[in-house]
T-cell receptor
């Protein structure tokens, strides 16, 4: 079974609109972390935001916020006021556990296209 | 600031040769590094977890003798693709967790391997 599910393979959004990228996860651990990364066509992986399982507040980083619904096991990324430069592949990822060597696994990704 | 430096960015080699990819943590020590493989338009697949001073932990289905990982110091991990074949052609990317209270996973810029 997939640990991280991203159900939107691709999305087209008008510039300046808000975007929500979906992510659901599956774990039986109480301690885990959730990440979102952006991968432009250059291939680099850009860290966007992190949410710990014990964090009570939703994480925010500039235009990015993570809508953490623990009971539903969802961790959707919200991008406010989208820009052309936001066009990229977006990956949701999860780390089970809190040890430094606990591995991080990725979802299949969502390709976001921002339209001018 | 803290960066993960990966070299080379691109390598083309003949079938049967070995290729070494280096991954260095700059301005921080990385006791653990992760090696991922990414096929075009697909997600990152974890290959192995590299631990300084000990043997790497490989994911199921990844050949240990094919993909040799060495993590000899707190700032350097290497991946050697031995006797490369065309099916090994892929994008390889390393990452390291910053550690302490910082959950961020930093990524190298990746290596595009093409085996002729």
């Amino acid at each position: 079974a997939q640990k991280i599910t991203q159900t939107q393979p691709g999305m087209f959004v008008q510039e300046k609109e808000a975007v929500t990228l979906d992510c659901t996860y599956d774990t039986s651990d109480q301690s885990y972390g959730l990440f979102w990364y952006k991968q432009p066509s250059s291939g680099e992986m850009i860290f966007l935001i992190y949410q710990g399982s014990y964090d009570e507040q939703n994480a925010t980083e500039g235009r990015y916020s993570l809508n953490f619904q623990k009971a539903r096991k969802s961790a959707n990324l919200v991008i406010s006021a989208s820009q052309l430069g936001d066009s990229a592949m977006y990956f949701c990822a999860m780390r089970e556990g809190r040890r430094r060597d606990d591995k991080i696994i990725f979802g299949k990704g969502t390709r976001l296209h921002i339209l001018p | 600031g803290a960066v993960v430096s990966q070299h080379p960015s691109r390598v083309i080699c003949k079938s049967g040769t070995s290729v070494k990819i280096e991954c260095r943590s700059l301005d921080f020590q990385a006791t653990t590094m992760f090696w991922y493989r990414q096929f075009p338009k697909q997600s990152l697949m974890l290959m192995a977890t590299s631990n300084e001073g000990s043997k790497a932990t490989y994911e199921q289905g990844v050949e240990k003798d094919k993909f040799l990982i060495n993590h000899a110091s707190l700032t350097l991990s290497t991946l050697t693709v031995t006797s490369a074949h065309p099916e090994d052609s892929s994008f390889y990317i390393c990452s390291a967790r910053m550690g302490g209270n910082n959950e961020k996973l930093l990524f190298g810029s990746g290596t595009q391997l093409s085996v002729l």
